[in-house]
């Protein structure tokens, strides 16, 4: 199988959403028959308002689907879970909630969930709280790690404890982990094996606490 992407992206991409252009210009005044343009300064809040309104998680829908892994992957849309084998690439990084880093190779001994998210993300609230339940519920069978991307440390935080988070959390503000990853949007979850070295899944888009199950039960037989 290919290995991972490697394409640099920009933290900002994490962050903001395609936007479409700038809405058409108002009718001209009465009488004159003639559509006004748009003025530049209007045009460019209009393109600010819509960035800030769509949620990283929309990149999925373009990036995503026209990119090059969505043939890889097989898949119509370039959603969903697929299996791969190739080398996971070493992470490194600080920990969000205290002191010290948090890496990949730490976690070897049982099977890794690696899960690529943002407070910024809309549908990582509802993903995250799942994860939250399942490594809850499966104790030392499993390690999960999140890794925070391009975001703020507070608000990161405040987002880790309103979703009961209690797994490792690295920090990532420049997105480094997501570009060694070559993470189109988020979020995406990688399946890694137990030596930590070998990433053997991959998920596009936001899990349920059923999807992970099965996902888990395919890949390492846990329940």
């Known amino acids: 199988m290919p290995g991972p992407r490697t394409r640099r992206i920009d933290a900002g ?14 009718p001209g005044a009465p009488g004159t028959g003639q559509r006004q343009r748009p003025r530049p300064v209007v045009a460019i809040v209009l393109v600010l308002v819509a960035a800030a309104l769509l949620s990283t998680g929309t990149l999925l829908a373009g990036r995503w689907v026209f ?16 299996r791969l084998h190739h080398p996971a690439q070493p992470v490194s990084l600080p920990s969000l909630r205290g ?71 690295a920090f ?10 070559g993470v189109p949007g988020l979020p995406v979850t990688f399946f890694l094996s137990s030596s930590g070295k070998t990433v053997v899944g991959e998920n596009i888009g936001a899990l349920t606490a059923a999807k992970l199950r099965r996902i888990l039960h395919e890949l390492y037989r846990v329940s």
């Open 172 to 181: 990532d503000p420049n997105a480094t982990a997501a570009n060694q990853y």
């Open 13 to 26: 991409e994490y962050r903001d959403s395609m936007t479409s252009p700038g809405a058409p210009g108002a």
């Open 67 to 82: 990119g090059p892994h969505a043939r890889a992957a097989g898949s119509k849309s370039g959603l969903g879970f697929v």
């Open 99 to 169: 002191s010290g880093k948090i890496d990949l190779a730490g976690l070897a001994g049982k099977p890794i969930v690696m899960n690529f998210w943002s407070s910024t993300c809309g549908p990582c609230k509802q993903e995250t709280a799942a994860l939250a339940r399942v490594a809850r519920a499966l104790g030392s069978k499993v390690s999960f790690l999140g890794i925070d991307t391009a975001d703020g440390r507070a608000k990161a935080i405040a987002f880790v404890a309103r979703y009961k988070v209690s797994y490792p959390i």
